[in-house]
Nanobody
């Protein structure tokens, strides 16, 4: 079975940093994409960062230059390093995965069928 599990959320003051981790297991494909999404109360789910089918990273404009996605294939872990956090980054963050997603669709939630339970990130001013 495919399993996706996030960890690393928490509370931090504005300007601080957090690192989220996503462990993906049981994937039936040799290549697959992993992405981070977030949802705040009253807002649409937003694609934050992702690796496309070529392994290239993609970022939402709102986090470009502050967030960084990285991976450790040996451990099947994908990280989201979040720096210079702002109160508007407060959200539930989700990791998602599926077979290789191209660069055009890498941040589109409808491309992913496997989701974790989410981890809360709260940034106070």
């Amino acid at each position: 079975d495919v399993r996706v599990a996030e960890s690393g959320g928490g509370s931090v003051q504005a300007g601080g940093s957090l690192r989220l981790s996503c462990v993906v297991s049981g994937m039936p494909w040799s290549r697959y994409s992993v992405a981070w999404f977030r949802r705040s109360p009253g807002k649409e789910r937003e694609g934050v960062a992702a690796f496309d089918d070529d392994g290239s990273p993609h970022y939402a404009d709102s986090v470009q230059g502050r967030f960084s996605i990285s991976k450790d294939y040996a451990e099947t872990v994908v990280y989201l390093q979040m720096n210079s956090l702002k109160p508007e980054d407060t959200a539930m963050y989700y990791c998602a995965s599926d077979s290789a997603v191209d660069k055009v669709r890498a941040l589109k939630s409808y491309e992913y069928n496997y989701w974790g339970q989410g981890t809360q990130v709260t940034v106070s001013s």
